[in-house]
């Protein structure tokens, strides 16, 4: 059975609950890095008819679309929604779709164009970063998106990993590491930033083979983005991940593991932006260590994310990271399969 055949089947079987085509999937504030200083981020994920690919085997996103397309008029009530949101007399605006915004079928052009130049004629925002597949990073949409904002513009890609074969057979995520440098190429002649999205964990690879996977990507993905922000993978309901992880046969990365592949990322690309968000850090979905080190190894990586400075993990210690030395070291003759859980 093929990945893609392995992940309709789950998606079939799923119920769909009813998503307000007028409000978005999620909005919150936080923080990001801007010319290497903290500065407030909002974040908003616009509720679309959702990602025309839809074949990745970690990715739940698929659930939160509308079973409708949103007219204009109801985006652009998501849009208002977001904004009022963030009360920062500077920010940067971090927009997803759950699949990508350059999209027509996702975000129609009219609608992108008036976002954007509504995000360039407010002064508080500094920087506007979407994301997207490849396939629709194009020189035409690009030009209108940075000629509409007319300020930053920077666009995001889930690369995942720079390995090809990877990507294709642990994600199923249906394009080429020549597709990502290929857009990344178009963003930078249209005067937009690019940064590159990675994965820490797919399913089927072991704790040791998804961490020198990372870094190996984050050294390939710094030619082609200044920006670099390691995922760690969690469990999203309905997905393939998900199947495994409730037969035992998935575990989340280890925050140890994200701290290995922060610092040794950085320390080989110093001139790169890196960081992660720990999203569900310290729950069995989520990236964990042992239960009692999580809170502070996930804080750690916040730090590191917003200072850059590697220095922040040293003095993290905790008994499981002998555990985690050793599950590193034994899983790979275990064929990935999960040591500990
Ligand atoms: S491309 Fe992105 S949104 Fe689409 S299925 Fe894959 S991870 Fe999900
Ligand atoms: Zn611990």
Redesign the pocket.
């Given at each position: 059975m093929s990945l893609t055949t392995a992940v309709r089947d789950i998606r079939s079987r799923q119920k769909i609950k009813f998503n307000p085509p007028d409000r978005p999937t999620a909005v919150w504030t936080g923080k990001d890095i801007l010319d290497g200083k903290p500065i407030a981020a909002l974040t908003v994920i616009f509720r679309t008819t959702?990602?025309?690919?839809?074949?990745?085997t970690?990715?739940g996103?698929?659930y939160d679309s509308s079973r409708r397309a949103p007219s204009h008029d109801e985006l652009m009530k998501q849009f208002e929604h977001a904004l009022l949101r963030c009360r920062d007399e500077e920010f940067i605006v971090k927009i997803f779709t759950?699949?990508?915004f350059l999209d027509d079928g996702e975000i129609p052009t009219a609608t992108r164009i008036e976002m954007l130049s509504r995000l360039g004629a407010d002064a508080r925002v500094k920087k506007v970063i979407a994301e997207t597949?490849p396939e629709y990073v194009t020189q035409e949409k690009v030009s209108e998106c940075t000629a509409a904002l007319g300020k930053r513009f920077e666009v995001a890609v889930?690369l995942e990993t720079s390995n090809d074969m990877i990507r294709k057979d642990t994600?199923n995520?249906?394009f080429s590491f020549a597709d990502f440098v290929n857009a990344s190429k178009i963003a930078e002649q249209e005067n937009a930033t690019v940064k590159a999205y990675l994965l820490l964990k797919p399913p089927f690879l072991s704790e040791g083979v998804a961490i020198s996977d990372i870094i190996r990507s984050i050294t390939d993905a710094a030619q082609y983005a200044g920006t670099i922000s390691v995922n760690l993978c969690n469990v999203q309901k309905g997905t393939l991940v998900d199947e495994m992880f409730e037969r035992g046969d998935y575990r989340p990365p280890w925050l140890w593991s994200a701290v290995e592949v922060l610092k040794r990322g950085k320390e080989a690309n110093s001139g790169t932006v890196i960081m992660s968000d720990p999203v569900a850090a310290g729950s069995s979905r989520g990236p964990h260590n042992c239960g009692k080190c999580d809170k502070d190894v996930a804080e750690a990586i916040r730090i590191f994310s917003l200072t850059q400075d590697t220095m922040i993990f040293e003095g993290l210690n905790c008994d499981c990271r002998e555990i985690w030395e050793k599950v590193v070291e034994l899983e790979r003759f275990a064929f990935g399969a999960v040591m500990v859980k």
């Open positions: 959702g990602c025309r690919w839809n074949n990745c970690m990715c996103y698929v759950s699949g990508s597949r889930g994600i995520k249906g």
